[in-house]
């Protein structure tokens, strides 16, 4: 089945440093999601992509829908204490926007004191 | 946002007993939930679908029988853990589907269930 592919797995930053993660798959998505869960909280939604090639921003974040329509990134600018958490991509588990929706494994995000 | 609801936060349980979890959608009506279940340090990994007014999806490998969902209107989902035991403690989220133009999912805070 279709399946997220998240890296890095995990990343250890300085406070104020831009931060890239991605996401690729070996089949087609027609959506891309971007979620935040900070500990012992339900995944936020962040930035939805509906359209390859789309580059949409939400403060200072960033992501794109790749050409492809097998890949998306999500970049955060000048990162903050609060930027800590773990980011997942995800997308709907068929061709149509309503179906399920599958996560990749995340990326955890660690800014050094 | 959307905004979904979930009750209780956190519960702890003997074994062998049920416990039940609800799932709201505050500002808008949701003919869709999803029912989560995520290991520490692990994704969220999809156990049912739930439908208002129809039976629950579930996915490969879990139990219906264990984890009976009711949807019984478009604002409230509900999955009770039946005859629960350690090995049932996890964070549960449940997710709603809004619908519309701009169709995505919104997720509930989680409820954490131990089980002693």
């Known amino acids: 089945g279709q399946q997220l592919n998240q890296s890095p797995q995990s990343m250890f930053i300085q406070e104020g440093e831009d931060v890239s993660m991605n996401c690729t798959s070996s089949?087609?998505?027609?959506?891309w999601l971007w979620y935040k869960q900070d500990p012992g909280e339900g995944p936020v939604l962040l930035i939805a992509l509906y359209k390859a090639g789309e580059l949409t921003s939400n403060g200072r974040l960033t992501a794109q829908f790749g050409i492809t329509r097998k890949d998306s990134f999500l970049n955060i600018s000048a990162s903050i204490p609060s930027d800590v958490g773990i980011y997942f991509c995800?997308?709907?588990?068929?061709?149509?926007?309503?179906?399920?929706?599958?996560f990749g494994k995340g990326t955890r995000l660690h800014i050094l004191p | 946002g959307a905004v979904v609801s979930q009750h209780p936060s956190w519960v702890i349980c003997k074994s062998g007993t049920s416990v039940k979890i609800e799932c709201r959608s505050l500002d808008f009506q949701a003919t869709t939930m999803f029912w989560y279940r995520q290991f520490p340090k692990q994704s969220l990994m999809l156990m049912a679908t739930?439908?208002?007014?129809?039976?629950?999806?579930?996915e490969q490998g879990v139990e219906k029988d264990k984890f009976l969902i009711n949807h019984a209107s478009l604002t409230l989902s509900t999955l009770t853990v039946t005859s629960a035991h350690p090995e049932d403690s996890s964070f549960y989220i449940c997710s709603a589907r809004s619908g519309g133009a701009i169709d995505t999912q919104y997720f509930g805070p989680g409820t954490r269930l131990t089980v002693l």
């Open positions: 995800a997308g709907p588990h068929g061709p149509n926007r309503d179906d399920k929706i599958i």
């Open positions: 089949s087609i998505f027609n959506t």
């Open positions: 739930s439908n208002e007014g129809s039976k629950a999806t579930y």
